[in-house]
């Protein structure tokens, strides 16, 4: 549906790309030839380091950090081809006051000092990278997602937890620079080949990765090329409890509809839903990075870069659903029979009624086949540099593209509301560990015949694009203005759209059972089972039937096609769904001039960047589904200051200070919803939210006390304004009741206090080891909304404003990581462990939504055979390690259990060779 309109910047760099890429890798090979005398002459001002091993990347990141004006933590590649990790995002869950999201056993969000990922930048060599998802619930951010990139394409990435003018705006918490390879930057005809298995003890499957890269220049090194490319497979599985979401009498709306289960003597709260949930997935990701340089003079030099990855995700979700809450609710005083302690349902057993109502149906089994999904990163990027008397000009243009592609094959069978085989056992031992026994009630889940019917289904296309073109142009000016040495411009100018468009094809008429449905599940099983072991989780093992795909497919395309108001069973195709399709452009410009300075025992920088950006949230009305638009608007001037100073020739402190800019997510500022009705649940964009702003400040103090070794400490304060929390309501849309839908809001003012502290120490004997803790301390904030004000017999007479506490989302209090290593010429291993503590993450109606306490340990081990062969071995989560969410009961403080996700070990074995 959606388009994104060519502008006449984006025509123009399109253009200038072409132009661009043409000179750049045709004119140099004619001109290289004649460019015998010249050599290059440029040389960093930092401490030039060769890279290899452990300790040699442990050295440079040492001397980055020292030599840089911002507050800055950087991580280099141990050698060509060798990042620390498979996953860029594990590698930074070791940079101090960083963590990561890991909810399918690989590092996707990285969040910084508390910020959430959406609120933080991850720049490929200076510039945004369009991001897609693969997940169909995956709502629109601007978080890069880690999973497309594979690590051997990157030397090295910067970690700016300070902010200074001549980086893009839009990082709350901090920005991410990753940074790919130049054929300059190695010798000729070098290269790097490296092959691997992988396992997942989950999965109980071996998938194979191969990457390579090769670079080239010649003798003159005016021109060269450089091709890195990587293929990877991997089979992941995930086993999970899954809550959908908790009531109680404690929820006003609730109270009346429910009643104590029988036997028990008060009313309790419990899940609405409780799913046993397997999650199967075949990734194959690829990805190509090519560079060609340019250096037709001693002045001038330019780059052509060119990145593209893929990542197929071909996956399957099926969950088995007991919705525990209609065994206490539609039915009076007559509930099935359980147990409360301390206000929550400890027991339920439900089973079919005759006095429930039919629609409260309340054993389902969805699965859900997406073959086809895949999401993909483009870039295409242009830079230069000339040298004139008194500075450098610097240009960058390009485009970048984030594509996904979800495809829902959604099938959903119900039990009968009064069947009396349909039966489940609830339990919630302690109140905080729910989970439902299903086979032991219901034994003919292993060989079903009429006890459940296909009544849900449908086939859904989800598409999504993040595309920005850019330009930016750049002057570096050396003057002798005192202890300023060099002034800095830029102007930069970027249109950015990001789109999603879904159409789905259903079934009119459908009934959830019996006649009318598309028959019993004997109908649609072949004989194949699903195993969901649950072995580190409280649900227990269980072992039920599996539907064929293609069976149920070709039923639900057997069914006419609808050709008016029929009353019996017909098909719609690829229906249009506005409600969930929109459009967010914004055109941005960026205005900023930065000096930096010197003297004796300081340096820094000091600018001002001056920000004005346009957006317009394009999308349907819920109600009319008419087209509508939201235009917004707003500018900011954005001044920082770095300050470093020698207290002694190891030690230096470093103050900061800065006002920051983020901006919404796009799908918080469509006028749209994901929904997923099936589990009454979903989530709402908001075109009415602000920027958030914050004024940082930061410092710190840095020992050096060797050339590999760091003993720091900073203090670091963000006064935040118009942060943006999460919200949960109940709420109908389009004739569905939405029971959990998740709503943001702009959350007034509140202030995150913190303290990072890092020891990292190499010894002569070849062990070394680091570890860093940081503390954050995110104060609540008061937020003011209207509510009802009601007469005696509770009729709603008018509103009145009231006060409420809400949080900061996604922020640990304490995270630290530790770790040691041991390397030889020949051999090395490292052991690393990250830690962080629990989180908010919603406001639901019952309390507060958390995640808790996270831990991982990881292991490394290496030999080198020969000089250029290596072997090598990896282990992700020894310890086998869950995540997990609960709720804390707003009316008592009560801690009430929620979902519950287990991804397993990862173990890895290869060799590589460097030539």
Sequence with gaps: MYKNQQSKLTRSIRLAITMGALSGMIVPVALAQQQDDQQQTKKNQTEVIEVTGIRGSQKANINAKRFSNAIVDAITAEDIGKFPDKNVAETLARVPGITIDRDFGEGQGVTIRGVQPDQNLTLVNGQAVGTGQWFVLSDATRNFNFEILASEMIAGLEVYKSSQADIDEGALGGTVILKTRKPFDLDANSGQLSIEGQYGDIADALDPSVSGLYSWKNEEETFGI???????????????????????????????????????????????????????????????????????????????????????????????????FRGIAYMGTDTNTGTVSDGVVESLNVTGLPQRPAWARFIAYDNIFRDGSEMSTEIIDIEGNYL??????????????????????????????????????????????????????????????????????????????????????DYEHSVDWGAITEVKTGVKRRDRSF???????????????????????????????LNVSHSETNAVAASYFFPDKDSMYNAFYDVAECTGDETTLCRTTDRFLPESSFEVEEDI????????????????????????????????????????????????????????????????????ASRVLTRPAPFQLAP????????????????????????QFEVGAEWYFSESSIAAITVFKKDINDFIFTKTVSREIDGQQINQLRTPENGGSTSIDGVEVQVQHVFENGFGGYANYTYTDVADAQVDEAVPVTDADGNITGATLASRTVSFPNTSKDSFNVGVFYETDLYSARLNYNYRSEYFIAQAEIGDQFRDEQSQLDAQLSWNITETITLKAEALNLTNEIWENYYVRSSD???????????????????????
Aim: no cysteine.
């Design 388 to 473: 004139t008397d008194s500075g450098v000009l610097h240009f960058q243009i390009g485009t970048t593209t984030g594509e996904g592609e979800n495809r829902d094959f959604f099938t959903e069978f119900w039990a009968d509301a009064n069947d009396p085989r349909a039966a489940f056992d609830f339990y919630n031992p302690g109140g905080d560990s729910p989970y439902i026994d299903f086979t032991t009630a219901s034994p003919w889940l292993a060989n079903p015949t009429d006890e459940m019917w296909l009544g849900g289904i449908f086939d859904q296309f989800n598409s999504t694009e993040d595309t920005e073109n850019y330009v930016q142009f």
């Design 672 to 695: 749209a919803v994901n929904l997923t009705p099936e589990t009454s649940s979903g989530s709402a964009g908001n075109p009415q939210l602000d920027p958030l702003t914050a004024n």
């Design 499 to 529: 789109s999603q468009s879904r159409y789905r094809t259903d079934l009119a008429n459908l009934a959830p059972v019996g006649e009318g449905s598309l028959g019993p599940a004997s109908d649609f099983w072949t004989g194949d089972m």
């Design 226 to 324: 450089l091709f890195s490319g990587s293929y990877q497979e991997r089979t992941v599985e995930r086993e999970t409890n899954e809550d959908f979401g908790w009531f109680g009498p404690s929820i006003a709306r609730i109270d009346p509809l429910i009643e104590a289960p029988s036997g028990a003597q008060e009313k309790g709260a419990l899940p609405w839903g409780m799913g046993s949930a397997l999650f199967k997935q075949d990734r194959e990701r690829v990805g190509f990075d090519v560079t060609a340089q340019w250096a037709p003079t001693d002045n001038f030099d330019m780059s052509v870069h060119y990145l593209s990855s893929t990542l197929k995700a071909d996956n399957v979700n099926s969950n088995l659903i007991g919705i525990p």
């Design 893 to 915: 403080g009560k801690r009430l259990g929620g979902t519950q996700s287990a991804n397993g070990r990862r173990f890895f074995v290869g060799a590589s060779m460097r030539f």
């Design 589 to 656: 410009t960026a205005l900023y001039v930065m000096a930096k300075f010197s003297g004796e025992g300081f340096r820094g920088n000091m600018g001002l960047r001056y920000v004005e950006t346009d957006s317009t949230s394009n999308g349907f009305d819920l109600n009319s589904g008419e087209a509508v638009s939201f235009d917004g608007g707003y500018n900011e001037w954005l001044p920082s200051i770095n300050l470093s100073y020698d207290l002694a020739e190891d030690v230096l402190v470093r103050m900061a």
